[in-house]
């Protein structure tokens, strides 16, 4: 008898092909779908990341640059101090390294030292470096032919780096000494130790300073990152796999790392970190695992539901139904929630604004009804001669008193528009400026007051003009304020003598000495609100705003009291020379 194939071979055998092909569909569609998600969840997730290594690295910088500011400002007080120059002059040091331990707990400095003119050690913190010569250091090198506090970054013999500001001790116009700062920035290496990242701060040569791993000091970044790579090209090319969806940075150690760099407002600074993609792997490989689980859960589902009768599948599919809208539901909630805060976060943000709004506000109110009071005290004047003037029946002399008045507005509107300088940085654009002719400008305006004084003005200008790059009117702004300073310092003085000096050397520089009482705080004497005059008198803003209108053109008021008696004032900007002129 000739076999035949049974009736139900074909249609098993067509049935189990079919199962394979959506088998192999199945897991093709599983393998994209966790691709593009990896994929997806990788840039999701390092996103945040990065953003919060730059929130800290800005955090970091803010507070070295603080450090150096705090630091910076010592130097000049401490050249100052009398007991100082006296040992220096007497060559004396018995109590000046327990003075200079009496400001280390205060500015929170790593040491101070101070060398003689020879660049000898004669009082330090540190006990032990006295008699040290440092005559062919940089820092006493620097010092000795700069007028200010100079800033050096040197490397030290035990490791690291010292950061270090200097400044030269004159007594009459001679060097005696130099006075040394170190800022405390290793505080900040030691702070970093318990964070996970990899911190490195570099100086403008690209050389690190400042870094959480001791061997990279004094190298370059590419330098030290080349210390930390994978011993092989095999172990490199197996950790590149692990993170083959994402734009790795670097290696350090064999681990995939994110790049993050931020500017440090000093001297050309960075800080830069490297921060673990470690977390990030974490947080996608749960999901990826969830997902895993999720598909493996589906598939032996497919299996047995393949197994089952019709009804079991549709009971199984209204349960997971149910199961996706619990789901549903709960997202819409935390989506909901989500929402609700970002609008509170809007409302905060909108709040904060006004409020700076309303300070900035407050301090250009303050500083625009200090300004037009000597305006409006001129016009007062003026129109009180004017009347004088014309009951005399002088109306042209009447008619000059009345343009001057109408400059004295046009005047007026300029300090509305300019007084915006002590709330804010910023400006008109500069033109040349003849001081010579800003300063007869402002003596012509304070002409009404002066007339009601019996005060004696010197000047000495040179003869040729002196010339720099300003703005007129915020210039005049300001040798009016001297002026006015130095007639009410002198309202109880027999003989009250004023003394203006221009002179033109490596710098313009207006000097406006009075034989009053002098300056009895020196410190507080350019601070906002302080004044020794009576309520009502004035707002003590003046100094203040003159100190940053100066600034704002690129020079520096200073004040001191002279030997003679009475306060001195001086202007210092930078002079514009033929070369520059030209140029512009």
């Known amino acids: 008898m000739e076999a035949r194939p049974s009736p139900g071979g074909l249609p098993g055998r067509t049935i189990s092909w079919r199962a394979r092909i959506a088998l192999a569909l199945f897991l093709v569609v599983v393998v994209a779908i966790m691709a593009v998600t990896n994929a997806m969840l990788m840039s999701r997730y390092t996103e945040p990341t990065r953003t919060r290594a730059e929130l800290r690295l800005a955090l970091f910088g803010a507070n070295i640059v603080s450090e150096l500011q705090l630091n910076s400002i010592v130097p000049q007080l401490l050249a100052r101090d009398q007991e100082l120059i006296g040992a220096l002059n007497s060559g004396d040091f018995t109590s000046s390294t327990q003075r200079l331990m009496s400001f280390i707990d205060e500015i929170s400095a790593a040491s101070l030292v101070l060398l003689d003119q020879d660049g000898r050690i004669v009082a330090a913190t540190d006990r032990?470096?006295?008699?040290?010569?440092?005559?062919q250091s940089s820092y006493f090198i620097e010092a000795q032919r700069s007028n200010g506090t100079v800033f050096s970054t040197t490397p030290r013999e035990s490791g690291g780096y010292s950061f270090t500001y200097a400044r030269?001790?004159?007594?009459?116009?001679?060097?005696?000494?130099?006075?040394?700062?170190?800022?405390?920035?290793?505080?900040?290496?030691?702070?970093?130790?318990?964070?996970?990242?990899a911190l490195a701060v570099k100086d403008s040569e690209g050389r690190v300073i400042l870094s959480t791993e001791p061997l990279w000091r004094g190298l370059t970044e590419e330098e030290a990152v080349a210390r930390e790579t994978p011993a092989s090209a095999i172990e490199r090319a197996i950790f590149a796999t692990t993170d083959w969806t994402t734009?790795?940075?670097?290696?350090?150690?064999?681990?995939?790392?994110?790049?993050?760099?931020?500017?440090?407002?000093?001297?050309?600074?960075q800080v830069v970190s490297y921060t673990s993609y470690q977390s990030v792997r974490e947080r996608v490989n749960g999901v990826l695992a969830l997902e895993i689980m999720g598909f493996a859960m589906l598939l032996a589902l497919a299996f047995y539901v393949l197994s089952r009768k019709t009804m079991l599948r549709l009971a199984l599919f209204q349960r997971e139904s149910a199961e996706l809208r619990a789901l549903n539901e709960r997202l819409q909630r935390e989506i909901a929630e989500r929402e609700r805060m970002e609008k509170n976060l809007e409302v905060a943000e909108q709040t904060i604004a006004q409020s700076q709004k309303l300070a900035a506000l407050g301090e250009?109110?303050?500083?625009?009804?200090?300004?037009?009071?000597?305006?409006?005290?001129?016009?007062?004047?003026?129109?009180?001669?004017?009347?004088?003037?014309?009951?005399?029946?002088?109306?042209?002399?009447?008619?000059?008193?009345?343009?001057?008045?109408?400059?004295?507005?046009?005047?007026?509107?300029?300090?509305?528009?300019?007084?915006?300088?002590?709330?804010?940085?910023?400006?008109?654009?500069?033109?040349?400026v003849d001081v010579a002719e800003?300063?007869?400008?402002?003596?012509?305006?304070?002409?009404?007051?002066?007339?009601?004084?019996?005060?004696?003005?010197?000047?000495?200008?040179?003869?040729?003009?002196v010339l720099v790059m300003a703005d007129r009117v915020r210039l005049e702004q300001v040798m009016i304020n001297l002026l006015k300073n130095a007639l009410d310092a002198t309202a109880n003085v027999e003989n009250a003598q004023i003394d203006i000096i221009l002179s033109a050397g490596e710098t313009a520089t207006l000097t406006v000495r009075d034989n009053g009482e002098g300056i009895q705080d020196l410190d507080a004497l350019f601070e906002p609100f302080y004044t020794t005059k009576q309520p009502g008198d004035g707002?003590?803003?003046?100094?203040?705003?003159?100190?940053?209108i100066i600034a704002d053109l690129g020079g520096r008021l200073t004040a001191r009291n002279a030997e003679a008696g009475g306060a001195v004032f001086e202007v210092q900007l930078p002079i514009l020379s033929e070369d520059i002129e030209a140029a512009e």
Do not use: C
Request: cysteine-free.
């Open 128 to 135: 032990t470096r006295l008699g040290e010569t440092h005559r």
């Open 168 to 197: 030269r001790i004159e007594y009459q116009g001679q060097m005696i000494g130099v006075i040394l700062v170190e800022a405390d920035l290793a505080k900040f290496e030691r702070s970093w130790a318990g964070i996970s990242d």
């Open 247 to 269: 734009d790795v940075d670097g290696y350090l150690e064999g681990e995939a790392v994110m790049r993050v760099a931020s500017r440090i407002p000093f001297r050309g600074w």
């Open 364 to 432: 250009m109110s303050a500083a625009v009804a200090h300004e037009l009071n000597q305006p409006l005290a001129a016009m007062k004047t003026y129109l009180a001669g004017a009347q004088l003037l014309l009951r005399r029946a002088r109306p042209d002399e009447a008619l000059a008193s009345f343009s001057r008045i109408d400059d004295l507005i046009g005047r007026m509107g300029a300090i509305t528009r300019q007084l915006k300088s002590y709330a804010r940085t910023g400006g008109d654009a500069f033109t040349q």
């Open 438 to 465: 800003a300063l007869a400008s402002s003596l012509s305006m304070m002409e009404p007051q002066l007339r009601q004084r019996r005060v004696r003005i010197t000047r000495a200008l040179p003869e040729k003009p």
């Open 539 to 548: 707002t003590g803003l003046g100094l203040a705003i003159s100190s940053g």
